[in-house]
């Protein structure tokens, strides 16, 4: 009797010894974090607004917490889904990082109702810019503003065409959001990504495209492409004098935002410290001027501000798409 207590008693301090060294191990991981190189990994090609914005946080991550950032592009599958599910599978641990476009978080499972993951379930971090969508037209339509457009495609119905990055990607939904409170038929022409929609309209081969302001400047400002309005609340500083899209349309809004996430199951207090790390960079003058230069809205909000973002955009989207009936089957 007295062996068996014995080792009862043996085996049940090996088992309290054990489970401490569980909960010691990861709290140990959690405040050492990070002490080794962090990818961010953003589902778009090098070289276009959203990969700058990505490099710029990873710079200002590694430079608060003291270890390197790498960045890699993994573009693919539709809305970025190879990159995007990579982070989404990859070990919860803050060393794996995804920087995606807002659409990415919010309506994502709405648009592909059978994809088989949630990118719902991604512990939001920080959202680092956000930029409206802007409506251009090639420079000879017969139209300088967006009233003049909706005349224009009611007395000629089904004779605009417009383009888009893609089915379901933001200028697809701006248009649908325009068509449906206007009240006018355009008809869609999807490319693959803003750069052979912009050469499509500069070709002439379409009529109408909303798309966004830091890869469309040069343009609009060399008269090679005509801005007729903007999706955001109030008008552009760049562009005083063109009205928004609200003026014609009261409500209307249409805009795109980058944003950091960490694979679902990530421990609140590591996406913290970088959420964390972002803010602090984000509000120092130096690189809100430097984020500020590329045409967009510095943010660095909390991963509250983010979920609060998500939200917001599921909310504005979902709906026009079941009623759209916009979908990737």
Not at 55 to 79: F, K, M, S, T, Y
Not at 102 to 129: C, H, R, W, Y
Not at 253 to 261: F, H, I, L, P, S
Request: net charge positive; aromatic share 6%; charged share 15%.
């Amino acid at each position: 009797m007295w062996r068996c207590n014995l080792g009862r008693k043996f085996f049940l301090a090996i088992f309290l010894a054990i489970g401490l060294i569980c909960t010691f191990v990861p709290a140990s991981a959690q405040s050492n974090y990070p002490n080794r190189t962090i990818t961010m990994v953003v589902p778009l090609p090098a070289g276009g607004t959203a990969d700058v914005l990505a490099r710029i946080a990873a710079e200002q991550i590694r430079n608060v917490l003291g270890q390197p950032v790498v960045v890699e592009n993994r573009p693919g599958g539709v809305g970025g889904l190879v990159g995007t599910e990579s982070v989404f599978k990859a070990a919860p641990d803050g060393y794996t990082l995804l920087c995606a476009p807002q659409l990415t978080f919010s309506i994502a499972n709405v648009l592909n109702p059978k994809m088989s993951f949630d990118t719902g379930k991604f512990e939001p971090v920080s959202v680092l810019a956000a930029y409206p969508a802007i409506l251009l037209v090639r420079p000879d339509l017969p139209v300088s503003n967006t009233t003049e457009l909706i005349a224009y495609a009611k007395a000629n119905p089904g004779k605009l065409n417009y383009g888009s990055q893609g089915k379901g990607q933001i200028a697809h939904l701006a248009i649908e959001q325009l068509m449906y409170m206007a009240k006018i038929e355009l008809v869609h022409i999807p490319f693959r990504g803003s750069a052979p929609a912009i050469t499509a309209l500069l070709g002439g081969q379409i009529d109408v495209l909303p798309d966004l302001l830091p890869v469309t400047k040069a343009l609009i400002e060399s008269g090679k492409i005509k801005l007729l309005g903007v999706a955001s609340k109030d008008r552009l500083k760049v562009f005083p004098n063109v009205p928004t899209i609200a003026e014609t349309l009261p409500g209307f809004e249409a805009d795109t935002w980058m944003g950091v996430v960490a694979p679902p199951g990530t421990p609140k207090e590591i996406t913290r410290k970088i959420s964390d790390a972002i803010g602090r960079a984000f509000r120092s003058p130096e690189v809100h001027a430097r984020i500020a230069a590329l045409d967009v809205e510095p943010l660095g909000t909390t991963p509250e501000g983010m979920t609060e973002l998500i939200q917001k955009s599921a909310a504005r989207w979902t709906p026009l798409i079941a009623a759209a009936k916009i979908t990737f089957e």
